[in-house]
């Protein structure tokens, strides 16, 4: 008889336990400036809007806090570092593992040099940590200006150096990129990079296709610094274009 009860029971806690495995125990918030910001960045296809699927399982929380003209400085200085810090906190506070993705330096390298920004995301990663949440640093998505003979003109390499070096220095989580974005819209050419352009002049900003493929360069970096324990919806078949430099548009 109590055998019997059990073996009916069992089904029911079976099902309980998946649904509380469901119920995305993790949760993201992206900081930076507008190549991560809402409308013209990679965070639209990483968190997702009604237009794009986000990378992430379904139900998984993630808040794009990201500004537009934001310098590590501004960021703090007009208030939405504080906006994130709340989100981060909404978060942490319903047991949920939080990941802060951080991702400057196209502004930071109109007013300073590396090592302001350096200095300013020191502080933000030991803030992050002392939320509880998992800080995660982000170098450049590159500009898709190229020079003639087909290679990225980058200038944001020394801004990517300082973010890497902060994030030794951090013992963070690092993705890099900066370098993968630089190898992917080489491989792919001019012509198919800036079909991702926001405008067809607009060589940093994104528009909805561009979201897609580097919230998934985001996602698969992510996937490998994490060795797979996030909650990302694996796209095989772009992860195989973008590794293999393909357009996939
Ligand atoms: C870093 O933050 C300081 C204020 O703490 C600010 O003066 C400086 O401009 C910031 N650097 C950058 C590159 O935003
Ligand atoms: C951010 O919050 C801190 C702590 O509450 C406060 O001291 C600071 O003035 C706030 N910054 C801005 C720009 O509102
Ligand atoms: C993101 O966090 C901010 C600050 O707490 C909040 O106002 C906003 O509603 C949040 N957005 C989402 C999509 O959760
Ligand atoms: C994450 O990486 C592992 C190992 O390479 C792979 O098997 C898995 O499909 C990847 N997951 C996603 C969501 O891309
Ligand atoms: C991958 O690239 C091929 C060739 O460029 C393209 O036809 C296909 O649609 C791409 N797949 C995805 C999922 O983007």
Known sequence: MLLH???TLLPIFSSTMSSIQADAPSSFVLIGDSTTAVDGGWGDGFCGTPAIASVLKTGTPCNNTARSGATTGSFVADGSWNISIDAIKRETAKGR???VTLQFGHNDQKIAPPESMGANLTVMVQEVRGLGA???LVTSLTRRNFHSDGSIDDILGPWADETILISQQQRTHLLDLHAVSIKYCEAIGPEASHRLNLSPSD???LNIDGAIVFARM????MNSSFRGILPIVPDPELSRNISLGLPSF
Request: without cysteine.
């Open 218 to 221: 985001v996602a698969d970096l």
């Open 134 to 136: 998992v800080p995660i």
């Open 97 to 99: 593992k939080t990941y």
């Open 5 to 7: 009860l059990l073996l």
């Open 203 to 205: 060589n940093t900003h």
